[in-house]
């Protein structure tokens, strides 16, 4: 599911999310160095439920639901945060997270996340306000 590609990459897909709008240049390059890219195929599992989060998700293109065993979901578009509250209390997640189309995503481990909401002006805020709309 991971690909690879460049910080420059990286720099330019966070660039085009609005919750990244308001940071600081340098504050975008520090913080692609740290982001991983990810693809998933329509149909396929990014993460079954019952797993321990050690990432945040952002999904850049495509479509993603959180699926639950009775089997009500909700829908996730480009911009949207994933996952959050799970990677903050280590909570298992619940549901499971399927992709609906081919999508990619940008994810940031743990270490990561909590280092960019310490020295990042306003990403925490921008994460906050994206993973509650």
Known sequence: MMTASGPSDRLNRLRELPIMRRLRPQDLKRLARDVCDASAPAGSVVLPAGCRVQHLYIVTVGTLATVTDDRSFELYGPGSVLLLKE???????????VALSDTELLTIGYRAFATACQITDGFAYAVLRAAMS
Do not use: E, H
Not at 87 to 97: E, F, R, V
């Open 87 to 97: 990677l903050l209390t280590g909570d298992l997640t619940t549901s499971a997270l």
